[in-house]
Nanobody
Framework: QVQLVESGGGLVQPGGSLRLSCAASRIIFRFLSLGWYRQAPGKSRELVATINRIGTTNYADSVKGRFTISRDNAENAVYLQMYSLKPEDTAVYYC?????????WGQGTQVTVSS
C-alpha cells in the first residue's frame, strides 16, 4: 500500500510564495519518480514537476524558474517550493508517486492565487 499525504496549500496573493509538502508511507528512493501535478477547474490534470530517485528534475515550462521540487529521503517527503505565484497557478495540487509503473495519488491540496 502507498499513501501520500499533502499539506501546505492555501490562499496567497500574486507574487507570493508557498511551500507544499507530501509525506509518503514508503521509503521514497524505491519509487521510480515522485512529483506534483495540478488541476484547475474545467481543465485536465497537468504535470508541474517530477524528481527521480537520483535527483533528476523535470518541470513544466509554465513553472520553470519559479517552482522547485525537492525531496528528503530521511523523512520520506517531497516538497514543492513555489515563488512568484500567478493567478493562473490556482489549482488543486496533487502529490504523485510511481512504483512498479503504477501511479499513486494524494488527496490534493488547494492553492488559490488571488488579489
Amino acid at each position: 500500500q502507498v499513501q501520500l499525504v499533502e499539506s501546505g496549500g492555501g490562499l496567497v496573493q500574486p507574487g507570493g510564495s508557498l511551500r507544499l509538502s507530501c509525506a509518503a508511507s514508503r521509503i521514497i528512493f524505491r519509487f521510480l519518480s515522485l512529483g506534483w501535478y495540478r488541476q484547475a477547474p474545467g481543465k485536465s490534470r497537468e504535470l508541474v514537476a517530477t524528481i527521480n530517485r537520483i535527483g533528476t528534475t523535470n518541470y513544466a515550462d509554465s513553472v520553470k524558474g519559479r517552482f522547485t521540487i525537492s525531496r528528503d529521503n530521511a523523512e520520506n517527503a517531497v516538497y514543492l517550493q513555489m515563488y512568484s505565484l500567478k493567478p493562473e497557478d490556482t489549482a488543486v495540487y496533487y502529490c504523485n508517486a510511481n512504483l512498479n509503473n503504477l501511479d499513486y495519488w494524494g488527496q490534493g491540496t488547494q492553492v488559490t492565487v488571488s488579489s
